[in-house]
C-alpha cells in the first residue's frame, strides 16, 4: 500500500489541517496508478491513502497522479468529480520576465540559470538600447553606485529600467549603493582620469577649489586626513593601483612622492599605511552612512529602489537603524538592505551585521586594499557560506572581469575566479567597471552568463550534493515548520528528480528557505506582489511570478498550470513538488 506519514498540525485556515507526506513507493496492486515519470525505468506509483480521501480532510493527498487527466486528492477528486476545471476564464494573467520565459521555452526547466546577475549601470551603460541589452542578456539587477554622477543621472537611469520593465516585460530591480565616508578622492575637477608618473611630488589636500584643480592637486574628502597622516606614511590609491609616500605636511596641504606610478580615478579610495599597517584614526569615527548618504536614502526612498547597499558598515546597529528608517517612510516598506563587507570592522561583526541585514556584498575593491590581498579569497567563502547559513542572499563583486573594461575577452584567471563563485554557490555576481564605464558590458555579462551556466551544469551532471549541513535558524515553531517543510520539499525534489519546485509565498521568506537549500531544479516562486517579485530576482536558483491567489492550494495549482501551460512554459507530465506558506503542505504531482 502507499506509504503515508500524516502531520496534525493545527491551522486557522482550513478544518482540520492535515499535513501529509505520502512517500512513493513502488508497488503493484489493483487500484493503483502508474506513472511514469522520468525518461529513465524508474516507476512512480500512486495512491491516495485512506484519510486522503475522507471527505472530512480537505487537505491535499501529496503523490498524485495525473494519469486520467486529473490530479488526485481528496480535494483535486471533488474537481475531477464534478468536472470542475481550472479556472481558465480567470482574467488575472501570470507575470514573468521575457527573459525567463524564453529560456524556459527554449531549454527547459533544468537548464534555466540559477546565479544572479547584477550590473553596475555608469556612462557605458545607461542608453535605453545599452540598458535593454543588459536585460536580454540577463541582467536581473541594475546597481547604481551614488559615489558616481549627480541625483538626475540616476533618477533617468531608474526611469529608464521602470519603463524598460512596463514596455517590454522585464523585472529588473534597482540596488542603490552609498558612498560611505571612508577617506576617498575627489572628482579630479572633472577630468575623467589622471596619471601619476614616478618620482612626481602631489599635493593631497583638504582645501575646496573651484574647477580647474592647480596641476598636480588631489583633494580629500575627510577633514582629518592632514592631521591623521604623519610623514613616512604610505597613501594607497584603490588599494595600491598607485601608491605615494608622505613627505611633508603644511597646514591642509599633504606633499606626496608618488612611489608606484599610475592612473589615478575619480573618487578614488584612499587608505594609510604605517609600517606594514592600516591606519585607523578618527576616520574610523566617521559614521557609516554620512548626511550626504541620508540624502541619497530619501532619494532611493521617494523613487522606490528594491535594494540600498550600505558601503562601509562596520556594525550591526547601522543597519538595524536604516532598516527601521526605511520601515517608517518607505510606502510599502520593504526596501531590502544589503550590507557590504569592506572593511575590517566589517569582518570582526560580520554575523551580526548579516544577521540585521536583508543580504550581504563581498565588496572585494575595498575589502582588498583593507585586509591582505592574500586573505581575500577565504573571507569571500566564509561570507558566502555563513550567508547561506544564516539565508540572507549573497553577492560577490569586484574586479570578476576587470579585464573586459578594456578587452571582449576575459583573461583565463578571471574565469576560473567567476567560476569559483559560482562553484561557491553565492546567490549573484556583479559586474562594476565592466558594466559601467567599460567598452563591453554587454559581452561581459555573457562571459557571467555562460560561465554560470557551464559550472551549474556541471555541478548538476556530477550530483555533486552539498556537504553543508543547514543548520536551524526559525525563531519560531511556525518558521521551524516552514523550514522543514523547505528542506524535506528541497531534499524530496532531488531524490524524485522532479522538473520544478513551485513555492507560493506573499513575503518570499519560503521561497528564500528553498532557495537556500540550493536544489537540483529551479524554483518557481509565486508571490501577489510586485515588489516581493522584484526583490527575489537576487536569490539563488528562482524564477519569480507575479500572480493573484487565494488561500485553496488546489485551486491555485490548478490556475497556474492553466496559466503556464498556456505560456508554453510547462507540459503535461511534468512533475513538480508545491510547497505554500498559506498551508503548510508539500505536495508531488504531475502537471495535469
Ligand atoms: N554613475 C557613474 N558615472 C560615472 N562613472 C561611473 C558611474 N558609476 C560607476 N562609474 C565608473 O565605474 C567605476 C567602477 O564602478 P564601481 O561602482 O565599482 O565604483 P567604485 O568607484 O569602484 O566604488 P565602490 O567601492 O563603491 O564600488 C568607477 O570607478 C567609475 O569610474
Ligand atoms: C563593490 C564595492 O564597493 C567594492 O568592491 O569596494
Ligand atoms: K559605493
Ligand atoms: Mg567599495
Known amino acids: 500500500m502507499s506509504q503515508a506519514i500524516n502531520f496534525f498540525v493545527s491551522s486557522s485556515s482550513r478544518s482540520p489541517a492535515t499535513f501529509t507526506i505520502s512517500r512513493p513507493s513502488v508497488f503493484v496492486s489493483t487500484g493503483s496508478l502508474r506513472v511514469p515519470v522520468k525518461k529513465s525505468l524508474r516507476t512512480l506509483v500512486v495512491k491516495a491513502s485512506a484519510s486522503d480521501l475522507d471527505e ?12 486520467s487527466g486529473g490530479v488526485l486528492s481528496s480535494v483535486t477528486q471533488e474537481y475531477g468529480r464534478n468536472n470542475v476545471v481550472a ?51 540577463g541582467m536581473n539587477v541594475a546597481r547604481i553606485n551614488m559615489c558616481h554622477g549627480t541625483r538626475e543621472w540616476h533618477r533617468m537611469v531608474i526611469e529608464r529600467v ?13 540596488m542603490m549603493d552609498t558612498e560611505g565616508s571612508e577617506i576617498h578622492m575627489g572628482d579630479l575637477g572633472g577630468a575623467s582620469s589622471a596619471k601619476a608618473e614616478d618620482g612626481e611630488i602631489w599635493n593631497f589636500t583638504v582645501r575646496a577649489f573651484d574647477p580647474p584643480l592647480p596641476e598636480r592637486t588631489i583633494t580629500v574628502n575627510y577633514d582629518g586626513f592632514a592631521e591623521d597622516v604623519k610623514v613616512g606614511d604610505d597613501l594607497l590609491v584603490d588599494g595600491g593601483m598607485v601608491r605615494f609616500e608622505v613627505i611633508e605636511k603644511i597646514g591642509p596641504d599633504v606633499k606626496c612622492l608618488c612611489t608606484d606610478p599610475g592612473l589615478l580615478l575619480p573618487r578614488a579610495n584612499l587608505t594609510f599605511w604605517r609600517d606594514g599597517k592600516l591606519v585607523r584614526e578618527r576616520n574610523a569615527m566617521l559614521p557609516t552612512i554620512s548626511s550626504k548618504d541620508w540624502l541619497d536614502i530619501d532619494f532611493g526612498i521617494a523613487e522606490g529602489v528594491d535594494f540600498i547597499a550600505v558601503s562601509f558598515v562596520k556594525s550591526a546597529e547601522v543597519i538595524k537603524h536604516l532598516k527601521s528608517y526605511i520601515k517608517a517612510r518607505a510606502r510599502d516598506g520593504d526596501i531590502a538592505v544589503i ?75 578571471e574565469v576560473a575566479d567567476v567560476s569559483e563563485a559560482v562553484r561557491q554557490r553565492g546567490d549573484a555576481l556583479m559586474l562594476s567597471g565592466e558594466s559601467a564605464m567599460g567598452q563591453f558590458p554587454e ?22 550534493r552539498e556537504v553543508i549541513e543547514l543548520s536551524s535558524i526559525a525563531s519560531s515553531f511556525s518558521d521551524s515548520i516552514s523550514e522543514e517543510i523547505c528542506n524535506s520539499a528541497a531534499k524530496m525534489a532531488n531524490n524524485l528528480e522532479v522538473d520544478a519546485l513551485f513555492v507560493y509565498t506573499k513575503n518570499g ?43 485553496d ?22 512533475l513538480i513538488i508545491a510547497v505554500s506558506d498559506m498551508l503548510q503542505s508539500i505536495q508531488v504531482m504531475n502537471v495535469p
Open 443 to 464: 559581452k561581459a555579462l555573457t562571459v557571467l552568463r555562460n560561465v554560470s551556466l557551464r559550472i551549474e551544469r556541471r555541478w548538476r551532471e556530477q550530483k555533486r
Open 339 to 413: 550590507a557590504k563587507i569592506e572593511s575590517i570592522d566589517s569582518l570582526r561583526n560580520l554575523e551580526e551585521i548579516i544577521q540585521a541585514s536583508d543580504g550581504a556584498m563581498v565588496a572585494r575593491g575595498d575589502l582588498g586594499a583593507q585586509i591582505p590581498l592574500e586573505q581575500v579569497p577565504s573571507e569571500q567563502q566564509k561570507i558566502v557560506q555563513l550567508c547561506r547559513q544564516l539565508n540572507r542572499p549573497v553577492i560577490v563583486a569586484s574586479q570578476l572581469l576587470e579585464s573586459m573594461i578594456e578587452y571582449p575577452i576575459p583573461t583565463r584567471a
Open 509 to 551: 521568506h519560503m521561497a528564500s528557505l528553498l532557495s537556500r537549500c540550493r536544489p537540483d531544479c529551479p524554483i518557481f516562486a509565486f508571490t501577489t506582489a510586485t515588489s516581493v517579485r522584484r526583490r527575489l530576482n537576487l536569490q539563488w536558483g528562482l524564477m519569480p511570478f507575479r500572480l493573484n491567489y487565494s488561500d
Open 56 to 67: 472530512s480532510q480537505s487537505s491535499p493527498v501529496l503523490v498524485s497522479d495525473n494519469g
Open 87 to 137: 479556472p481558465s476564464s480567470d482574467s488575472s494573467s501570470i507575470e514573468v520576465d521575457t527573459v525567463t520565459e524564453a529560456e524556459l521555452k527554449e531549454n527547459g526547466f533544468r537548464s534555466t540559470r540559477r546565479t544572479k546577475l547584477i550590473c553596475t549601470i555608469g556612462p557605458a551603460s545607461c542608453g535605453f538600447e545599452q540598458l535593454e541589452a543588459l536585460a536580454v542578456e
Open 162 to 174: 521602470r519603463r524598460l520593465n512596463e514596455e517590454k516585460g522585464f523585472a529588473v530591480a534597482i
Open 553 to 574: 492550494m488546489e485551486s491555485n495549482l490548478n490556475k497556474t498550470f492553466s496559466l503556464l501551460k498556456a505560456r508554453g512554459m510547462i507540459k503535461s507530465g511534468d
